[in-house]
C-alpha cells in the first residue's frame, strides 16, 4: 500500500469512526429526550384530563342541584333530561346509576337504560359498574375502567370520575376515552424518530462531505506530488541529455582533434614514403613488394580516417552549431539520400533558429528516425517539415515505408528502445511526440516550446 494512501486513511479512518460515536451519542441522546417528555407530556395530559372531568361532573352536579331538593318523580325526570343534555365532543356523555347497579340514564347506549349491569366485568374480569359505585361511596373520584367508544363502537380504556347524589342515591359520572393520550406518545415518537432520522441524515452528510474532502486533499497532495516527480524526471532527463551531448562533443573534440589529427600525420608520413619510392627508379624485388604493402596501409589508413570523421560527424555534427538546425538536418538528409537511395523532400527556412536544447532534441529525433527507416521502413521518398508556429517548433517526418505496429513496437523493451528514447528526449524539454504507422507509411510528429 502507497505510503500517501496510508496517511489518508490514518486521516479517514479516525474521522469516521468520531463521526460514528457522534451519531450513536446524538441517538441515544434522543432517545433519552423522547422519554423524557414522555414522563413530561403523559402526567401533563393526565391531569389535564383529570380537571376536566372533574370540572364536567362539578359542573353536573350544579345543573340539577336545584333539582335534588325535592323527591318527586318528576324533579328526577327532570334531572336525568338534563344530565342526558349534557355532551362534549362525538363521545363526552354523563351516565347515572343507582346504588344496586342499575343503569338511569346512557344517553349513547339508550338500551341500557333500566338494566342492571352490577355484574358486567371486563375482559381481565374486573367488576365495572361496582367499582364506579364504590368510588362513590368513597365520596367520589377517579377510576380507570374499560368501555365501550360510541363513535366506534370499539372497547377501549377510559378514564372516569364519579360522585354520589346523596339525596337520591345516585351515581353519577362521565368519563374520557384515553387513546389520544396513547396518540401523543406516538405522535412524540414519530417526531423523535424523524428528528432523528434528519439528525443522522445530516451527520452522515458531514461524514460523507469531510471525507470526500480529505480525499480530495490527499489526492491533491497525491497529484502535486507527481507533478513535482514527473517536473524532476523531466528535469533530471533534461540534464542527462544535456550531460550526453556534452560527452558526444567532447569526444568528437577528441576525435577531430587527436585521432583524426595524428592519423592524417600518418598519410603524410606514408604518402612521403611512397612519393620516395617512386622517385627511386628501377626497384629491386623486395622494394616493389614494400611498395605494394605502403599502397595498402595508406588505403587503409583513409578508410580508418574516413570512419573517424564519419563518427566525430555523428556524435556532433559541426554544423549544428556553426551554421544551425537546418543546414545540419540537410546535410543528414543529403547523406541519407545518397547512401539509401530514397528521395527526400524538404519543407524548412534555413534562417529558423531552435534554442541550443531544442535544436538538439530534433536533430537527435531525426537521426534516430533516419536509422529506422533506413533499416525497416522500405521506403522510397521521405518529407520533413520544420516550422515555428504558435511559439513552438512542430517537425514532422513522414515516410511511404510499410509502417508498424506501434503499441506492440511500443510495448517491446528492444525493438521499442529507440521510440522511448525519442519520447522521453522530446518530453523532458516539455514537448510532445506522437507517432501514427499504417501500411501506408509513417508519421512522426514532435512538438517543442520555443521559451
Given at each position: 500500500m ?8 490514518l ?10 460515536a ?44 336545584h ?11 327532570a ?22 347497579g ?8 339508550p ?11 371486563d ?49 353519577i359520572?362521565t ?47 497525491n497529484v ?33 582533434d587527436?585521432?583524426s ?5 600518418v ?12 622517385q ?21 589508413v ?15 555534427p ?15 538528409l ?8 530514397v ?16 535544436g ?31 511559439g ?5 517526418i ?54
Amino acid at each position: 500500500m502507497q505510503l500517501r494512501l496510508k496517511f489518508v486513511l490514518l486521516a479517514v479512518v479516525p474521522l469516521l469512526l468520531a463521526i460514528a460515536a457522534v451519531a450513536a451519542v446524538v441517538k441515544l441522546q434522543s432517545q433519552a429526550l423522547t422519554d423524557a417528555e414522555h414522563a413530561i407530556v403523559e402526567p401533563a395530559l393526565m391531569d389535564a384530563r383529570r380537571h376536566e372531568l372533574q370540572n364536567y361532573v362539578t359542573l353536573a352536579l350544579a345543573s340539577i342541584e336545584h333539582l335534588t331538593a325535592r323527591s318527586d318523580p318528576a324533579a328526577r325526570a327532570a334531572a336525568l333530561d338534563v344530565l342526558s343534555q349534557l355532551e362534549f365532543g362525538d363521545d363526552g356523555y354523563f351516565f347515572v346509576y343507582d346504588m344496586d347497579g342499575r343503569a338511569l340514564m346512557h344517553p349513547r347506549q339508550p338500551d341500557l337504560v333500566g338494566r342492571n349491569l352490577w355484574e358486567v366485568r371486563d375482559a381481565q374480569g374486573r367488576p365495572t359498574i361496582q367499582n364506579l359505585i364504590a368510588r362513590a361511596r368513597e365520596g367520589g373520584g377517579f377510576v380507570d375502567f374499560v368501555w365501550r367508544r360510541p363513535s366506534t363502537g370499539r372497547t377501549e380504556n377510559k378514564l372516569g370520575y364519579v360522585a354520589i347524589v346523596p339525596e337520591w342515591g345516585w351515581m353519577i359520572g362521565t368519563g374520557l376515552y384515553t387513546d389520544d393520550i396513547v396518540a401523543a406518545r406516538e405522535r412524540i415518537d414519530r417526531q423523535a424518530q424523524v428528528a432523528i432520522r434528519n439528525t443522522m441524515g445530516v451527520i452522515a452528510g458531514i461524514a460523507v462531505v469531510a471525507t470526500l474532502l480529505v480525499a480530495l486533499a490527499g489526492l491533491a497532495l497525491n497529484v502535486s506530488d507527481r507533478r513535482d516527480a514527473e517536473q524532476k524526471m523531466r528535469e533530471l532527463a533534461r540534464q542527462v541529455v544535456r550531460s550526453q551531448e556534452k560527452e558526444r562533443s567532447r569526444v568528437a573534440r577528441e576525435l577531430h582533434d587527436g585521432v583524426s589529427q595524428s592519423l592524417v600525420s600518418v598519410k603524410f608520413l606514408l604518402e612521403s614514403a611512397q612519393a620516395r619510392l617512386d622517385q627511386a627508379q628501377p626497384l629491386p624485388d623486395p622494394a616493389n613488394a614494400a611498395r605494394t604493402t605502403l599502397s595498402r596501409g595508406l588505403a587503409g589508413v583513409e578508410e580508418v580516417l574516413g570512419d573517424v570523421r564519419r563518427i566525430s560527424h555523428g556524435l556532433r555534427p559541426t554544423m549544428l552549431d556553426t551554421l544551425g538546425l537546418v543546414p545540419a538536418m540537410r546535410q543528414v538528409l543529403d547523406e541519407f539520400a545518397q547512401r539509401s537511395g530514397v528521395a527526400v523532400d524538404i519543407e524548412a527556412d534555413d534562417s529558423l533558429v531552435a534554442p541550443g536544447d531544442a535544436g538538439t532534441a530534433l536533430f537527435r529525433l531525426l537521426q534516430e528516425a533516419l536509422n529506422n527507416v533506413e533499416r525497416h521502413a522500405r521506403a522510397t521518398r521521405l518529407t520533413l517539415r520544420l516550422v515555428a508556429e504558435s511559439g513552438a517548433l512542430w517537425l514532422d517526418i513522414r515516410d511511404d515505408g510499410r509502417g508498424f505496429d506501434v503499441e506492440s513496437v511500443s510495448a517491446s523493451p528492444q525493438r521499442g528502445l529507440g521510440l522511448s528514447s525519442m519520447r522521453e528526449r522530446i518530453e523532458a524539454l516539455g514537448g510532445r511526440f506522437e507517432l501514427y504507422s499504417d501500411g501506408s507509411g509513417t508519421l512522426l510528429s514532435a512538438r517543442l516550446p520555443l521559451t
